[in-house]
């Protein structure tokens, strides 16, 4: 075979975890596309699969692993020729993985990405490439917005995480480089960026040896043609007074702050190894309710972490309620191997843990379903990220709600409105998981 002729092969992709690992994936497809080889969506329609794996928690990898053995499948029917695994369920687990999937083709541990074209080649028979440098990330959401990843790896310690083992120590991408891709996207239509990292609030201290956010924000919020700047995932011992009056000053940022807490008991806390205790944290949260109410507040916890007791749990309900998080997201506790947690002793039975889990989920929906009375009659730009020709509908989200993670806006119109423009859409009801509106 040519590469002339591998340049006919097509290529699909399953994208699995979180948005870091959908750039990861995107920038992937990016050198894909630009060696020449053909994506489609659909794996049953392709040549080549590449499934993008997480391996956070135990539910990750067995999504994981159903994918790979549905690939499998359809490799072993003569369906599919090739197909490759990546992400950080091979990088957690690479040792087992050839024995563990005989008929998988290749599997890419994190730092061998770039090489994602002379891996393809390479399975058919060819001389690899050099790893491409210059393309265009492939965007595999609405094009209305696109997640920019400012860093990789963790040095933080948390007691129950795999990140830092999976994705090595904190590592802040050059400024220079994220202004670039940022203009990039927004030259191609995007018009929100959304920064992740596993820390961005720590972003530039290794680099830069000073903690460079908000300067990354200031020369972002220059670029023309991006309308706005979100911050997913604020530690909350990074979460500043300067940082907290910039987004609410700055036009451009996303009145919007995701701060996963995970819990509020001290001793959970401190067994978690979290930075915050108690005192800490609610202060945290009052000063940011009483002196930046425009901001939309989002947070994660843990349930049924090794030793969590009816009380401990309890206060933890009791923070939820009266804290009152305009969205929230609640995880049972995954006893993952390599982690300080797993030695623990007092491990949270499983049915225990799914008992609270829903009893801490029905509080958070109460609240969403409070909070969405006060919202009716309001009216709120929209920024539409699609169309759905079935229902008729067209969908987006506010500044105050992040895409794929919060409640999303749903309205009807004559068939004007454009995807990817802003329209005003005054809400008239909440359904439990969406908002509807009209246009005014």
Do not use: W
Not at 120 to 130: A, D, M, V
Not at 144 to 173: E, H, Q
Not at 179 to 195: C, M, P, T, Y
Not at 290 to 318: H, M, W
Request: proline share 4%; aromatic share 10%.
């Amino acid at each position: 075979m040519t590469k002339e002729e591998l340049k006919q092969k097509t290529v699909s992709a399953i994208s699995l975890g979180c948005d870091k690992n959908k750039v990861d994936l995107e920038k992937m497809l990016g050198r894909i596309k630009e060696y020449g080889l053909q994506i489609v969506e659909e794996p049953e329609e392709a040549d080549i699969v590449i499934v993008n794996t997480c391996a956070f928690i135990r539910p990750a990898q067995e999504e994981a692993i159903m994918n790979i053995l549905s690939m499998e499948k359809l490799k072993n029917e003569q369906r599919i020729e090739k197909v490759i695994v990546t992400g950080c369920f091979p990088e957690r687990n690479y040792n087992s993985m050839k024995e563990n999937f005989p008929t998988i083709d290749a599997f890419l541990r994190l730092n061998e990405n770039d090489n994602i074209v002379g891996t393809i080649e390479k399975l058919y028979g060819l001389e690899p490439s050099k790893p491409i440098k210059k393309y265009e990330r492939v965007l595999t959401n609405s094009p209305s917005y696109a997640y920019l990843k400012i860093a990789d790896g963790c040095d933080n310690v948390c007691s129950y995480c795999t990140i830092p083992r999976i994705r090595g120590r904190y590592k802040s991408y050059p400024m220079e480089d994220l202004v670039d891709e940022a203009k990039n996207l927004v030259s191609r239509g995007v018009k929100e960026i959304i920064l992740v990292a596993q820390d961005p609030t720590r972003y530039g201290e290794d680099l830069y040896k000073e903690n460079c956010l908000i300067k990354l924000c200031e020369k972002l919020c220059k670029i023309k043609g991006l309308d706005r700047i979100r911050l997913h995932y604020a530690y909350p011992e990074k979460v500043s007074d300067e940082l907290l009056s910039y987004i609410a000053k700055n036009e451009k940022m996303c009145k919007y702050l995701d701060i996963p807490l995970q819990h509020i008991d001290n001793d959970i806390l401190k067994s978690m190894r979290r930075k915050l205790d108690e005192k800490d944290t609610r202060e945290l949260i009052e000063k940011i309710k009483s002196n930046y109410p425009e901001i939309a507040l989002r947070s994660t916890f843990i349930v049924g972490y090794p030793g969590e007791s009816k009380a401990q749990f309890k206060k933890l309900c009791d923070f939820v309620q009266e804290t009152k998080f305009d969205y929230a997201g609640f995880f049972p506790y995954s006893r993952e191997p390599n982690t300080a947690s797993f030695f623990m002793k007092k491990q949270v039975l499983e049915f225990i843990k799914r008992r609270r889990l829903k009893k801490i989920i029905k509080i958070q929906n109460d609240i969403v379903t409070e909070k969405a009375k006060e919202k009716i009659g309001q009216t709120v730009e929209v920024l539409v990220d699609s169309f759905d020709p079935q229902t008729g509908e067209y969908m987006g989200h506010s500044k105050k709600m992040s895409p794929l993670v919060d409640f999303n806006v749903k309205f009807v119109d004559n068939g004007n409105v454009k995807c990817y423009t802003y329209v005003k859409v005054k809400i008239y009801d909440f359904d439990g998981s969406d908002y509807k509106g009209e246009i005014v």
